[in-house]
């Protein structure tokens, strides 16, 4: 079956401009994660989404980024006023949520994000 | 907190050595999962293998082999016979049972199996 998607897998942009992350995950997972890839700082957890529960905003270093996810499917990840530090591999994974265990994540190709 | 380390940056061996793979982790929750995971060079993050904290039998998956020790909070990952293919940065996760559902990932290993 398909997996996690993500659009575009690859974004230049300005500084100072906004951008726009989407992530489609696999049908039928109720949880889906934000994390970002960059060389300094590894893999770093940004929000969380289940079902229709308030997210999980721990993750997001900075007011400039916000997500939302529409009708508990599709997410999209916004950056605002791009900074040169934003530059990275932004990275969206999905699972199914049960009661008791936990599931693994299934991630996406990722998108490469550079703010010139 | 919780904190995972993957002390080996990079690895080089030559096809059919086997290597480990270590990963340390620190948790202070009594129920929690471990993972690892691949990234190849094209990018994407693959899932190999779940572990749960209450269950510490060695898992074998082919030529994948899974040491789990509470003792010393470890979850290596030994790699028998290694292959070209198996170059790429294994990822060493954790998650905790609580409220926080997010991987907290290790650095990561960049291993490079040379032919």
């Known amino acids: 079956g398909a997996g996690v998607s993500q659009s575009p897998s690859n974004k230049v942009t300005e500084k100072g401009k906004d951008v726009e992350l989407r992530c489609d995950p696999i049908s039928g997972h109720t949880a889906l994660y934000w994390y970002r890839q960059s060389l300094g700082q590894g893999l770093e957890f940004l929000i969380y989404?289940?079902?229709?529960?308030?997210?999980?905003k721990s993750g997001l270093p900075s007011d400039r980024f916000s997500a939302e996810r529409t009708g508990g499917s599709v997410s999209t990840l916004t950056i605002q006023r791009t900074q040169q530090e934003d530059s990275a591999v932004y990275l969206c994974?999905?699972?199914?949520?049960?009661?008791?265990?936990?599931?693994?994540?299934?991630f996406g190709p990722g998108t490469r994000l550079t703010v010139t | 907190a919780q904190k995972v380390t993957q002390a080996q940056t990079e690895i080089s061996v030559v096809e059919k050595e086997d290597v480990t793979l270590d990963c340390v982790y620190e948790?202070?929750?009594?129920?929690?999962?471990l993972f690892w995971y691949k990234q190849p060079p094209s990018g994407e993050l693959v899932f190999l293998i779940r572990?749960?904290?209450?269950?510490?039998q060695n898992e074998i998956s082919g030529r994948y082999s899974w040491n789990f020790q509470k003792s010393t909070s470890s979850f290596n990952f030994t790699i028998t016979a290694s292959q070209v293919v198996d170059s790429a940065v294994y990822f060493c996760?954790?998650?905790?049972?609580?409220?926080?559902?997010?991987?907290?990932f290790g650095s990561g290993t960049q291993l490079t199996v040379l032919p």
């Open positions: 994974a999905s699972s199914v949520r049960g009661a008791g265990a936990t599931y693994e994540q299934y």
């Open positions: 996760a954790l998650r905790a049972a609580g409220s926080a559902r997010q991987l907290t």
């Open positions: 948790t202070r929750d009594t129920t929690y999962y």
């Open positions: 572990r749960n904290s209450f269950d510490e």
């Open positions: 989404f289940q079902g229709n529960s308030a997210p999980d």
